[in-house]
C-alpha cells in the first residue's frame, strides 16, 4: 500500500504545519506552536506501529501539550490524540475550541470532494442508511451526534472522496464529537473534528485528553478502496481478540421476550431455560435486563439479583453454562440511576442530574452515574468484576439509555465547559479497560439503546451484539435488518443484531458472523423448526471467517421493499468469499445483475450456489459480472466461491 499521504503529512508536522488547533488565552495555536518550547520528541517500535511522542510547552503558564502518535507499518495510515496538563501552581487561562483535528486539503483542478458517511442509529428505518454529499463551493457541513451518545444519529467515520484519491477519518470518542467540513470558493476544503463545546481552564495538576483521530490514506477511483483498508486496519490493530483472533459475535438466545421483558426471570426457569436450548447448538444464553432488583425498566442503581428470584445469585445460571460449554452473557446499565435505586438513596454524590426531561418516558427522573468520578467508578468496577468472576460470566452486556449531555452541560462551570464529559469518557474508558484487565477472559457487548454508541474508541474494546433497537419490535423486519447491515458494513467489522426467525430469507437478512436470537419458541419443541435452524447455523459457521475480508455493496442500500439488495465479503488472503443477494417482497423484478469485486482476472473459480447445489467453473473476468435470477419474493441467494 502506497503511504506518500502519510510521508506528505509527517513532513508538515515536522515543519509546524500541525494537524490540530486550539485557542489559548485568545490565541490560536497554529500561531502559538512558533513560540511554544518543544520538550521533546521520542519515537519507539511497537510491534505493528511507531510510537512517536511529541511535546509542547507553552513558557509563560507551564500547560504542556502531549501528543501520542502512531504511524502503521503496513497501512497508509496514522493516528493521534492529545493531552494538556497544567503543570504550574495556578489556574491556566482559558483552553477553547479545542480541535483535535483539523486540516486543509487541496485538490486537483478537477472534479469535487464527495463525502461519504452514514446515519447512525436513532431505532427507525433509516439506522446506518449511507450517505453520498456532494461538498459544493462556498459550503460548510456539520456533523454531530444527538444528545452525547457517539452513533445517535450520526457514525464518527468518514470517508473524503477527490480526484483519483480519499482520506478516510475515523473519530475516537464516545460522547458529543463534531466534524465540519467546510468549502472554499476554489478547489480547498478545512476538515476539523473534535468535542463539539470545550472552554475551559485547568486547575494545577489536572491533565485531560482529546478525541483519538485515525486518517486512512487512500489512492485510486473507487472509495471502496479506503473503506477497505479501513476494515483491514481496524481487524488487524484495533478490534477485540482472544488469543491473538477476532473474537466472532457468538450465535446467543436471549429470555427476555419470552420471561415479561426479563421480569419474570428466575433460577429455576432460567435453569429449565438453559437446558431447552443448548441441545440446539445455540452458543451462549443470554440473561437480559430484570435480574436485579426493581426489575425493567426503574431497578437500574440496583446491581443485585432479586433475592426471591436467585436465592443464589447468578452462579448457578454460570455454573450450568460452563458445564455444557456455552457462554453466559448479563445485562448491566450501570450509567442510568433510577431516582428510588440503591446508589441514589446510599450515594448521591457519586449521580449527576439535570432539569431536563428525557426522551424516553422511562427515564423521566432518572440520573446519570458519574463515571467522572474516581470513587464511585473504583466502586462500580469492583463490583461488577466481583459479580463477573462469581457468577462465571463470558460477555458483560453495557447497555446506556440515557442522553448524558444535558447532564454534563448542568455540571459544567462556565470557566469549564466540557471538562464534566473528558472526565466522564476518560472514566468511561478506564472503567471497561479495568474490566478487560481484571477478566481478560471475557469481552464486552456494546449496546447503548441498539448501536448508538460505536466509534473508534469503542470498537477497540467491544463488540455490538444488539445493534439497533429496531429488532426489539416482536418480529423481523428484513428490509432494515438488510440495510443496516450492509451500512455497517463500511465501517464495522464486527457486529451483529436481532434475529427473529430461521427461514433463510428472514436470517440471511439479520444475522451476520453471529447472531443475537430471540425466538419465543425456544420452550415450545413442537413450535421450533429446529431442523431449519441447525441448517442456519451451519451456514453462519461456514461463512463467519468470510465476513473478515473486503466488503462491496452490490446494490444501493435503502429499505425500499421493491428493490434488492445484497453484499459481498471476498477474503484475498484465502481467495473465497461469498455474496448474498435479496429480492424484496413488492420487487416487480425477477433478474438482476450484481458485479463481484476483488477477483482475479485470470484466475479460475468455483462458484457454489448454496440454495440450488448448483456449480460453475469460470475465470475472475467472467464471473465479474452476473445475471443473479430470483423466480419469487421475497427471496435470497447465497453465491460461495473459491480460487482453484
Known amino acids: 500500500m502506497k503511504k506518500e499521504g502519510v510521508e506528505k503529512f509527517l513532513g508538515d508536522w515536522e515543519r509546524g504545519i500541525v494537524p490540530f488547533s486550539f485557542n489559548y488565552n485568545g490565541v490560536g495555536f497554529k500561531e502559538l506552536v512558533k513560540s511554544w518550547k518543544t520538550l521533546e520528541s521520542s519515537e519507539r517500535d511497537a510491534g505493528g506501529y511507531k510510537l512517536k ?117 475515523a473519530v475516537g470518542w464516545s460522547g458529543q464529537w463534531q466534524a465540519s467540513f467546510w468549502r472554499d470558493a476554489g478547489t480547498g476544503l478545512q476538515v476539523r473534528a473534535g468535542m463539539q463545546k470545550t472552554h475551559l481552564k485547568l486547575r494545577p495538576g489536572e491533565r485531560i485528553r482529546t478525541p483519538r483521530m485515525l486518517l486512512v490514506f487512500w489512492e485510486g477511483n473507487d472509495r471502496m478502496l479506503g473503506n477497505n483498508i479501513l476494515r483491514r486496519l481496524l481487524l488487524a490493530h484495533y478490534v477485540p481478540k482472544h488469543n491473538g483472533r477476532p473474537i466472532f459475535p457468538p450465535v446467543g438466545l436471549s429470555s427476555w421476550f419470552a420471561y415479561n421483558t426479563g421480569n419474570d426471570v428466575t433460577e429455576k426457569n432460567q435453569i429449565e431455560f438453559i437446558k431447552a436450548i443448548h441441545p440446539l447448538g445455540v452458543e451462549m444464553y443470554w440473561l437480559d435486563a430484570g435480574w436485579f432488583e426493581g ?76 463515571l467522572g468520578n474516581p470513587e464511585a467508578r473504583e466502586w462500580l468496577t469492583d463490583h461488577i468484576s466481583n459479580m463477573i468472576k462469581e457468577s462465571g460470566i463470558n460477555v458483560y452486556r453495557h447497555d446506556f439509555n440515557i442522553d448524558p449531555l444535558r447532564f454534563w452541560i448542568a455540571a459544567d462551570e462556565e470557566d469549564r465547559q466540557g471538562i464534566t464529559e473528558i472526565k466522564y469518557i476518560e472514566g468511561f474508558y478506564k472503567f471497561w479497560d479495568d474490566l478487560l484487565e481484571r477478566n481478560p477472559n471475557i469481552f464486552i457487548d456494546n449496546c447503548a439503546s441498539g448501536g448508538r454508541r460505536i466509534d473508534l474508541e469503542t470498537i477497540s474494546r467491544s463488540i455490538p451484539l444488539w445493534h439497533s433497537d429496531t429488532q426489539c419490535c416482536g418480529y423481523a423486519v428484513p428490509e432494515q435488518d438488510q440495510a443496516q447491515n450492509a451500512g455497517l458494513g463500511f465501517w464495522v467489522p464486527l457486529h451483529t443484531g436481532g ?29 421450533f423448526p429446529e431442523t431449519e435452524f441447525k441448517k442456519a447455523m451451519a451456514e453462519l459457521n461456514q461463512l463467519r471467517p468470510l465476513f473478515l475480508g473486503d466488503y462491496y455493496p452490490l446494490f444501493d442500500i ?6 434488492w439488495c445484497g453484499y459481498q465479503f471476498d477474503r484475498q488472503d484465502l481467495g473465497e468469499g461469498f455474496a448474498l443477494i435479496f429480492r424484496r417482497k413488492n420487487s416487480p423484478y425477477p433478474c438482476a445483475e450484481i458485479k463481484l469485486r476483488g477477483l482475479k482476472p485470470a484466475a479460475k473459480y468455483e462458484m457454489r450456489f448454496k440454495d440450488t447445489g448448483k456449480k460453475k467453473t469460470g475465470t475472475g473476468r467472467e464471473f465479474s459480472k452476473m445475471s443473479i435470477t430470483i423466480p419469487k419474493a421475497p427471496w435470497s441467494v447465497l453465491i460461495t466461491y473459491k480460487r482453484k
Not at 445460571?317 to 442510568?336: A, N, Q, S, T, Y
Request: hydrophobic residues 35%; charged residues 25%; aromatic residues 10%.
Open 558 to 563: 435503502n429499505v425500499n421493499d421493491t428493490c
Open 53 to 169: 511522542t511529541i511535546s509542547y510547552s507553552c513558557p509563560d503558564t507551564n500547560l504542556t501539550l502531549v501528543c501520542e502518535l502512531k504511524v502503521f507499518k503496513e497501512f497508509p495510515a496514522i493516528e493521534w490524540v492529545l493531552y494538556f496538563e497544567n503543570k504550574g501552581k495556578g489556574d491556566t487561562p482559558i483552553i477553547e475550541d479545542i480541535q483535535a483535528l483539523d486540516i486543509k486539503i487541496e485538490r486537483p483542478g478537477e472534479g469535487e470532494f464527495v463525502l461519504h458517511r452514514s446515519n447512525g442509529s436513532t431505532c427507525t428505518a433509516n439506522d446506518f442508511i449511507p450517505i453520498d454529499q456532494l461538498l459544493a463551493p462556498n459550503t460548510r457541513l456539520d456533523i454531530a451526534p444527538n444528545g452525547g451518545r457517539s452513533s445517535d444519529g450520526n457514525m464518527p467515520f468518514f470517508n473524503l472522496e477527490w480526484k483519483d484519491a480519499g482520506l478516510v477519518i
Open 295 to 370: 426489575g425493567w425498566p426503574n431497578g437500574v442503581g440496583n446491581w443485585f439479583p432479586k433475592k426471591n428470584a436467585f436465592p443464589n445469585g447468578l452462579k448457578p445460571l454460570g455454573d450450568l453454562c460452563r458445564e455444557l460449554g456455552m457462554k453466559f452473557i448479563v445485562w448491566f446499565e450501570p450509567e442510568r440511576v433510577n431516582s428510588e435505586s440503591q446508589i441514589q438513596k446510599e450515594h448521591p454524590d457519586w449521580v449527576l442530574h439535570s432539569e431536563g426531561k428525557s426522551w424516553d418516558p422511562f427515564c423521566k427522573t432518572d440520573g446519570l452515574f458519574n
Open 499 to 527: 434475529v427473529w426467525n430461521s427461514d433463510p430469507y428472514r436470517w440471511r437478512s439479520a444475522a451476520t458472523s453471529g447472531a443475537s436470537l430471540c425466538t419465543l419458541d425456544a420452550l415450545k419443541p413442537k413450535n
